[in-house]
């Protein structure tokens, strides 16, 4: 199946240790604007893409796919936008859940889900029940999430397990991450964002600590499987030293 999709999209599969790709899925209001649409399209457009990007992703090799579908700052936009936006899990995943499952991809959620609309976070949730036992492609939703408040309930969790006695003081780095909601997943290797914008906007702040970035300049909708491996040929030249020095 990789193999296939592989030559679908033209792409020889030469990953080595890209191992977690998170995505900055930016531009979709834009894009719709831009083509005399209502912003609600690009988002439909941008939930589209993401399934032709996960199986993309899926044949280059990639293991963890890690997508910034809701921020924690994005309950700012006006109140149609983001209803709509709670709306779209469920068309999406009744539109590819079946999909997903037979090409054993894992849904997981990351974000507090328990803020959200019940119906949405019944959606999330039993995407990420049904798909629980699949040892594929492991695509990531963060939804409602925002790095700044994942480290404070980190760092709350801790000090509550040290006064119930369920810790110690004096926790290193990989305690630290136990307490993270990306706990099971290895480091960021690549951190990409859509639309030309160039920062990281509160997202996986301490997953990325020694991430390569890559900025382009295609909206989210226009991000096709060509980009991906674009991005992951520039992936591939760049010397990851991790704060040493090459001999």
Known sequence: MKNANALQYGIICCMKNCEHVAIIMDGNGRWATAQGLPRTAGHMAGSDN??????AADALGVKYLTLYAFSTENWKRSKEEVG???NLPSFF???YMKEFLDRGFRIRMIGE???LPAATAK???EAEE???KNSGLSLNIA????????????ANAYAKDVLEGKAEL???EAGFEKYLMTKDFPPVDLLIRTSGEERISNYLLWQIAYAELEFVPESWPEFTPEVLKRCLDEYMTRDRRFGGVKQ
């Open 113 to 115: 889900l328990d803020d």
């Open 123 to 125: 959606v999330l949730r």
């Open 143 to 154: 939804m409602n999430y925002g790095s700044h408040r994942e480290l404070v309930l980190a």
């Open 93 to 95: 995943f009744r539109k």
């Open 170 to 172: 004096g926790i290193d």
């Open 50 to 55: 993401v399934r032709t990007i996960a199986i």
């Open 84 to 86: 709509y936006l709670m």
């Open 130 to 132: 049904e798909s629980k």
